[in-house]
């Protein structure tokens, strides 16, 4: 089994090689220092396993396994913490395993012998983990991935399979739909549209034009976005509320 190791302390990652260095059955294959290094490598690397600080600066570990769980091909997540008060998020999500620091070489094979890629429901529940939900959104570039920070995101769009996210720096295709992602995200967003979900802050104005269609202008966006009847007075209401 391919692995990555990732935690931001060089001790702990070197602890975790040091234990599974001369075990044929596993091979370490890189590591990671960040949530953000952590998916860029995974997106090379094509790990199957991957061993998972939960504090970490910037993305934490819970973040990190939500934009894992959104690949095609997710690899299987172990996470390692100094803190117990996880377990519950980390159980929640149906990790492969939760290994308290300092972690022993017994169950960390143990944690490994388990390991298997998660099942479609594995994924939907670790998509929900975590109290505060994702703050960035995981584009793949090839064999990058770019992320994007939600505050950013004008407008998604659906676009056939896709899903299009218009965002200050341009725009990018993901993998998810536009219904997961009203879920996820309607305190921020709304619907105006079947096709388009709109971000309540960067909404500049509603306006009509020549033929009376109700348009959402937005800023940094030349056109309006047809807003439809079905969805216009929760439009109305949410700018009100807002």
Do not use: W
């Amino acid at each position: 089994m391919r692995i990555l190791v990732v935690d931001d302390e060089a001790l702990a990652r070197d602890r975790l090689k040091a234990l599974l260095a001369g075990q044929q059955a596993h091979e370490v294959v890189g590591e990671a220092q960040s949530g953000e290094e952590c998916l860029q490598r995974v997106a090379r690397q094509r790990p199957d396993i991957v061993l998972l600080d939960i504090r970490m600066p910037g993305m934490d570990g819970l973040e990190t396994a939500r934009h894992l769980a959104a690949l095609d091909a997710p690899p299987a997540v172990i996470f390692v913490t100094a803190f117990d008060n996880f377990a519950i998020e980390a159980f929640e999500a149906q990790a492969v395993g939760y290994l308290l620091k300092p972690v022993r070489a017994e169950r960390l094979f143990e944690a490994l012998a388990r390991a298997a890629r998660p099942t479609r429901p594995q994924l939907a529940a670790l998509t929900g983990a975590g109290g505060n939900g994702r703050r960035r959104i995981a584009a793949r570039l090839g064999d990058a991935l770019r992320l994007i920070p939600v505050d950013t995101i004008r407008y998604f769009q659906a676009e056939q399979k896709y899903v299009a996210v218009h965002h200050e720096d341009g725009i990018d295709l993901i993998d998810e739909s536009l219904k997961e992602l009203e879920s996820e995200f309607r305190e921020e967003f709304v619907r105006i549209h079947r096709n388009a979900l709109v971000a309540l802050r960067h909404m500049a104005a509603l306006e009509r034009d020549a033929r009376g269609q109700l348009g959402a202008r937005i800023e940094g966006v030349g056109e309006p976005l047809a807003v439809s009847r079905r969805h216009a007075p929760e439009v109305r209401r949410r700018i009100q509320e807002g």
